[in-house]
């Protein structure tokens, strides 16, 4: 059974402070991928980022990385220099078996 | 614009009714989802389609039911058989195979009174 765990239910930061939501997921596959999404208040989940279980580099887009972590089975996610606008809820999915495994979610609040 | 449409932001209804969730995408995607999110726990999968007339359960199917008649198109129908029906409910579609990144609709909220 495929499993996505993400201990921190609620995290609250000031702005400009650097934060990493954390990710570990438990899978028998051997090829898999991970994902992050985020959900505003609106309610829709925006796509963040897709990884394969192949490439453990890791990855930079603006003031968003990811840390994939094979030996772990972590894909941790850090925010630099957080900004208001990135106060969601944030959720680690994990593929398999034509579906989606998603974790219970991170809520980050930034403060102004 | 290329999206999914589901309609409407809320709904209310009487406990007992039967009520029917629309999600439509003009993404030309061939497989669609209906996830179910309570407040505090992640997305659940209640149903999926890979393609046109064939749907399969997902890890919360009972007292739900779906059609896939048309590609664009997957409602999802709560019946009275569902013990705890209020929820926010979500509609996603992607492109077939096993690991590809599903995008979602804007959600229905669901309220049984």
């Known amino acids: 059974a495929q499993k996505v765990t993400q201990a921190q239910t609620e995290i609250s930061v000031v702005e400009k402070e650097d934060v990493t939501l954390d990710c570990v997921y438990e899978?028998?596959?051997?090829?898999?991928?991970l994902f992050w999404y985020k959900q505003p208040p609106s309610g829709e989940l925006v796509f963040l980022i897709r990884r394969n279980s192949f490439d453990e580099q890791n990855e930079i887009s603006g003031r968003y990385s990811w840390n994939f972590q094979k030996s772990t089975s972590s894909f941790n996610f850090t925010i630099t220099a957080s900004q208001v606008v990135d106060s969601a809820v944030y959720f680690c999915a994990l593929s398999g078996n034509y579906k989606l495994t998603f974790g219970k979610g991170t809520l980050l609040t930034v403060n102004p | 614009d290329g999206g999914i449409t589901q309609s409407p932001k809320y709904l209310f209804r009487k406990e007992g009714q039967n009520v029917t969730l629309s999600c439509e995408q003009n993404l030309n995607h061939d497989a669609m989802y209906w996830y179910r999110q309570d407040p505090g726990q992640g997305l659940r999968l209640i149903y999926y389609?890979?393609?046109?007339?064939?749907?399969q359960k997902g890890d919360i199917a009972e007292g739900y039911s779906v059609s896939r008649e048309k590609k664009e198109s997957f409602p999802l129908t709560v019946t009275s058989a569902q013990k705890n029906p209020t929820a926010f409910y979500l509609c996603?579609?992607?492109?077939?195979?096993?690991?590809?990144?599903?995008?979602f609709g804007p959600g229905t909220r669901l309220t049984v009174l």
């Open positions: 996603a579609s992607s492109i077939p195979g096993r690991h590809n990144e599903q995008f």
């Open positions: 389609s890979q393609i046109v007339n064939d749907f």
């Open positions: 899978t028998r596959d051997t090829t898999y991928y």
